[in-house]
C-alpha cells in the first residue's frame, strides 16, 4: 500500500509578511520503502513531516494538501486531520529525542503507555513485556533497568533507541524520521539506521527519512526526493538520481558531498570545498520563473520567466525533474 502526499502547501504568518514555506509538494512511498527527503537549511523538510504528523506551529497554516495513509484518505487543510493516527498510523524519529520523551517519565511508563492508546484491553503485565521485548530488539541494553529510568540518565544514542522503540511498539503504517542521527557520532550514525531498516524490515512500514545527508540517503533509501525554497525539484530511485542528475541543484548537492577518500592537502588551508553559491529567495515573495534560476550555473534567458513543470529524466518513468533544459523540444 502506498502513503502519497499530493499538492501540500503551506504557509507561515510572519510579522513582515506571509512565508510560503511549501509550495504543491507531492511524494509516494510504498510500503516497505525508504524515501531520503533532502535539501539545504530553509528548504522545507521539516515543514512537510510537521503538516503530516499535525505538529505545525500556531502561525502556520496548509493552504492545500491531501494525504492517504494507511489506507484512508485526509485533507490536511483541516485542523487535527491526522491527530488520529498518530501512535498508530504514524510515528516520528525526532532530530532531539528529548522532544519526543517526557522528562519526567520512566522510559517504560512512556513505552508502556503507547501500548496503552493501541490496545486498551491489555493488562500491565504484558504492556510490559512488550515493552522490553520492543528495547531488546532495538539493541538496549539490559531491558528491563531501562524501562527504569529517565530519559536523562540515557545517552542521545540511547534515547534515540526509545524513541525507535515506541515507533515498533506502534507498528505505524509511515514511519517520518527527521534528522534521526544529527546530533550523534558516526559509529552511533550507523547503528541507528541499521535500526530504523530493521524496525522498516520487521512491520513493513514506509520510511521517510529527511536529511542533509547525501551519504546517507545513498547507502539506505531507495528513492530520493529534492526540495529547494518549498518546491520539490527533482524526485526518482536513488540510484538513477545519482547516475543521472536531472536538475542542476541536485548535481550541486552531490557535487558539495565530500567523499572519505579524497585527496587532501597537507596544508589543512590549502584544501577547497564545493559549496553552491547564493542563497535561498525570499520565501515571502516568490522569483518569476524557475525558483532556482538565480544561482543555477547552466541558466539560461527562458529560466527568468517561465516556471518549468516536471519532466521525465532519461527513461525511467519515476524519475522527474522541474527543470526547462529538459523540456522536449
Do not use: W
Not at 517526557?102 to 512512556?110: A, E, I, K, S
Not at 543521472?244 to 548537492?253: A, I
Request: charged letters at 25%.
Amino acid at each position: 500500500m502506498a502513503i502519497s502526499v499530493r499538492n501540500l502547501s503551506v504557509d507561515y504568518s510572519l510579522p513582515h509578511g506571509t512565508a510560503h514555506a511549501l509550495r504543491d509538494v507531492s511524494l509516494e512511498i510504498q510500503k516497505g520503502e525508504l524515501l531520503g527527503l533532502v535539501g539545504e537549511s530553509g528548504s522545507g523538510k521539516s515543514t512537510v513531516a510537521f503538516a503530516l504528523m499535525g505538529l505545525l506551529a500556531n502561525n502556520a497554516k496548509v493552504i492545500s494538501g491531501t494525504a492517504k495513509i494507511d489506507g484512508k484518505s485526509f485533507d490536511l487543510t483541516k485542523p487535527n486531520a491526522t491527530a488520529a493516527l498518530r501512535g498508530r498510523g504514524m510515528a516520528m524519529i525526532f532530530q532531539d529525542p528529548m522532544l519526543s520523551l517526557n522528562p519526567v517519565f520512566t522510559v517504560g511508563t512512556q513505552l508502556c503507555e503507547v501500548l496503552r492508546r493501541r490496545s486498551p484491553g491489555s493488562d500491565r503485565k504484558t504492556r510490559i513485556g512488550m515493552a522490553e521485548d520492543a528495547l531488546d530488539k532495538v539493541k538496549l541494553s539490559n531491558p528491563q533497568r531501562r524501562m527504569g529510568q529517565y530519559p536523562h540518565e540515557l545517552s542521545g544514542g540511547m534515547r534515540q533507541r526509545v524513541v525507535i522503540a515506541m515507533a515498533l511498539l506502534s507498528e505505524p503504517a509511515l514511519l517520518i524520521a527527521d534528522e534521526p542521527t544529527t546530533a550523534l557520532d558516526v559509529t552511533v550514525e550507523a547503528q541507528i539506521m541499521r535500526e530504523i531498516i530493521g524496525l522498516r524490515d520487521r512491520i513493513g512500514c514506509a520510511v521517510l527519512l529527511i536529511t542533509h545527508s547525501l551519504g546517507l540517503v545513498t547507502e539506505y533509501c531507495d528513492k530520493l526526493s529534492v526540495l529547494y525554497a518549498g518546491e520539490r525539484l527533482e524526485s526518482g530511485t536513488v540510484n538513477e538520481v545519482q547516475q543521472q542528475p536531472g536538475h542542476p541543484y541536485t548535481r550541486m548537492l552531490f557535487d558539495c558531498e565530500v567523499q572519505i577518500d579524497r585527496e587532501r592537502h597537507a596544508d589543512a588551508s590549502e584544501n577547497r570545498f564545493t559549496v553552491i553559491a547564493g542563497e535561498l529567495p525570499d520565501t515571502r515573495q516568490r522569483p518569476p520563473g524557475c525558483i532556482f534560476n538565480g544561482r543555477c550555473d547552466v541558466s539560461f534567458a527562458d529560466c527568468a520567466v517561465v516556471d518549468p513543470g516536471d519532466y521525465p529524466v532519461g527513461n525511467d518513468t519515476e524519475h522527474s525533474a522541474r527543470c526547462l533544459r529538459l523540456e522536449t523540444p
